[in-house]
């Protein structure tokens, strides 16, 4: 575990075991989360383009927008949506997003940024008891919270002009409450996280350390993965390889639930649901003549979009229910989920 002092000290880095409780106090929140994110409306950002990623989640028929790039700058955002206290989390090392409920063992959690990094990934803290947070894993490695972890909300990756077009009410997050409710249409959240960081990954080239003994070369450390989390029978988990999946209709089971994955646009699309509907279990294809409608059921022969709607068909107007899922490079998701298993089409 290295804190990162962004040159405020002699040592760029110092690994926890040397660093004062005073540097420790004076490094949190450098990387400035949002507490009090403020909504606008679709164009509000003049530099979003339709192909710019955004990590989305749905609240009923509400669906909310984070752009990357924005997430690139602030790698956190505590909210409130539909009654349920949500974390929005992205670390740029390791292409990771994923959206938490803050409730834990009855509490609600608010979080910043410990400018530490824990096996080259995002190390979060919580206000309430000072505990440090892994954010791929949402598991607290350090104080009061060791062990425990937070619960995975069901989101997505998708580039903006398909969340969009999917979804006619957007909250599209523009900046903060209180006088900055437009700073992140500034152009400085135009830039990406540059190129080739992917292919150094795949080399074995890491930002910060990580435990060499817990890498699993079954894929390239730079492998995008979609990990699929059901409770069921129990935590179970799954890892489904993007760049292997390629396009399709991932017909799988999770912990003894029957899920489908949709995948588009070469994995920068995805979606994860369950493939129950009133009791029945569906089997999905991809058709390839719709970018909005280009699933079917072959119970059915309905048709669904990528957001799990039935739009034409048997079953139109029945929607599917969205399961837990995250996005990251599989090196990431190796450390968290140790043995996991990988989804082999």
């Not at 609600?108 to 979060?124: H, V």
Request: some cysteine; aromatic content about 12%; charged content about 20%.
């Amino acid at each position: 575990m290295l804190f990162d002092t962004f040159g405020t000290t002699s040592a760029r880095f110092v690994p926890l075991s040397e660093i004062s409780d005073a540097l420790q106090t004076d490094l949190k929140d450098a990387i400035t989360p949002v507490s009090q994110p403020a909504y606008g409306a679709l164009d509000a950002l003049p530099w979003l383009e339709d192909d710019d990623l955004v990590l989305g989640y749905e609240s009923g028929d509400d669906a909310y927008a984070y752009p990357i790039n924005i997430l690139n700058f602030h790698e956190i955002v505590n909210d409130t949506i539909g009654g349920v206290p949500v974390l929005i989390t992205y670390c740029p090392l390791c292409f990771s997003g994923v959206i938490f409920s803050r409730e834990l063992d009855g509490q609600t959690l608010t979080f910043g940024n410990t400018s530490a990094l824990y096996q080259s990934d995002l190390l979060m803290y919580d206000h309430q008891t000072g505990s440090y947070w892994f954010q791929v894993a949402g598991e607290a490695v350090v104080g009061a919270k060791t062990g425990s972890r937070l619960k995975p909300l069901a989101s997505t990756t998708m580039p903006w002009g398909q969340w969009k077009g999917l979804h006619p009410n957007i909250f599209l997050i523009t900046g903060s409450q209180g006088g900055q409710e437009t700073q992140f249409a500034a152009t400085r959240y135009s830039s990406g996280f540059g190129s080739g960081y992917q292919d150094r990954i795949n080399n074995g080239q890491f930002a910060f350390p990580v435990d060499e003994d817990k890498l699993d070369d079954r894929l390239s450390a730079g492998e995008i993965v979609l990990i699929v989390e059901t409770s069921k029978t129990g935590d179970a988990a799954m890892a489904f390889p993007l760049g292997v999946i390629g396009d399709s209709a991932v017909n799988a089971d999770v912990g003894g639930e029957p899920i489908v994955v949709f995948t588009a646009s070469e994995g920068r699309s995805v979606g994860a649901f369950s493939r129950t509907v009133d009791g029945e279990i569906l089997t999905f294809d991809r058709k390839d003549d719709d970018i909005f409608t280009v699933f079917t059921d072959r119970e059915t022969n309905s048709d669904w979009d990528f957001a799990g709607r039935a739009v034409d068909g048997p079953l139109a107007g029945t929607r599917l229910q969205r399961v837990s899922s995250r996005w990251a490079f599989w090196f990431s998701v190796a450390i968290s989920f140790l043995g996991i298993e990988i989804h082999n089409p």
